[in-house]
C-alpha cells in the first residue's frame, strides 16, 4: 500500500493542480479572516472557522475527483486490478494520499491564527478542537468524493457528485428547523454542523467520532463494493 500512496501523492504535488486548490481555498478564506479584523477592527477566527466547511465542500471533491475518474479514463485501472494488493488497500492508498492533500491545505491555513495569537491572545485549545473538526469533517467528505469518483470515469462527473453528496450532508443541520418534528433530530445528526460545533467548544463526544468514523467508513464501503463489481465485470 505504502508505494501505491506514494505515488498518488506525487501525482498531486508533481502537477499545478494541488497548489492551485490549496492556493484558491487560503485565498477565499483569508478573505474571510482579514474583513472583520480590517474592516470591523474584531480579532476573531468566527468568519474563517464559519465559511470553511463550506468551502470544503468545493475543495475536497476537487481533490478526490481524479482519484478512480482518471484511472478508468485513461485505461490504467485494469492495470491496477491485476497488482497483487487487496482492493480496501488500494483505495485506503488514494483515500491517505487526498489526505495529505487537504492536511495540507489545513496546515497552510494556520497562518491565520498564528496571526491573531501575534496580535493578541488565542485560545489555542479551541482551536485546536475546531482544526480537529474540520479535518474529521474534511475525511467525511473524501469518502464521499472517493466513492464518487468509483461511479464514473469523468471527473467533472465526479466533482459533481461528490459536491452534491457533501452539500447534502451539509446543509441538513441547516434546514432541519423546516423539517417535521420527528426527522429534526435525524437531521440534526446526520448533518456535519452539530458535529463540529461540539468539536469547536472543545466537546470531545464518543458520539461525533462514532458519526465522522462510521460515515466515512461507510462510503469507503460503497467504494470497495463499486471497485469489486468493476474487478468482476
Not at 470591523?40 to 468568519?47: C, G, I, M, P, R
Not at 485506503?92 to 496580535?119: H, M, N, R
Request: charged letters at 10%.
Amino acid at each position: 500500500m505504502w508505494p501505491l500512496y506514494k505515488k498518488e501523492a506525487r501525482a498531486y504535488f508533481n502537477t499545478p493542480s494541488a497548489y492551485v486548490v490549496i492556493v484558491v481555498l487560503l485565498l477565499i478564506s483569508g478573505y474571510f479572516f482579514a474583513e472583520p479584523l480590517f474592516l470591523s477592527n474584531v480579532s476573531s477566527l468566527s468568519a474563517f472557522t464559519g465559511i470553511l466547511p463550506l468551502l470544503l465542500v468545493f475543495f475536497v471533491p476537487a481533490v478526490t475527483m481524479r482519484l478512480f475518474a482518471e484511472e478508468v479514463k485513461s485505461g490504467t485501472v485494469e492495470i491496477l486490478m491485476t497488482l497483487p494488493i487487496e482492493d480496501y488497500k488500494l483505495l485506503l492508498a488514494k483515500y491517505f494520499a487526498a489526505l495529505t492533500v487537504i492536511l495540507f491545505a489545513l496546515a497552510g491555513s494556520l497562518i491565520f491564527p498564528g496571526t491573531l495569537a501575534a496580535l493578541g491572545s488565542l485560545d489555542w485549545g479551541a482551536t485546536f478542537g475546531t482544526y480537529a473538526g474540520l479535518f474529521f469533517t474534511a475525511a467525511v467528505m473524501a469518502g464521499m468524493g472517493l466513492f464518487a469518483s468509483t461511479l464514473t470515469k469523468n471527473q467533472i462527473v465526479a466533482f459533481i457528485l461528490g459536491f452534491l453528496v457533501a452539500f447534502v450532508f451539509y446543509i441538513l443541520g441547516k434546514i432541519q428547523i423546516f423539517l417535521p418534528l420527528w426527522l429534526q433530530p435525524i437531521a440534526t445528526f446526520a448533518g456535519i454542523d452539530s458535529h463540529l460545533d461540539n468539536i469547536s467548544r472543545g466537546i470531545l463526544d464518543s458520539r461525533d467520532l462514532i458519526y465522522y468514523f462510521s460515515t466515512a467508513g461507510f462510503f469507503l464501503f460503497l467504494s470497495y463494493l463499486q471497485l469489486n463489481s468493476k474487478r468482476w465485470r
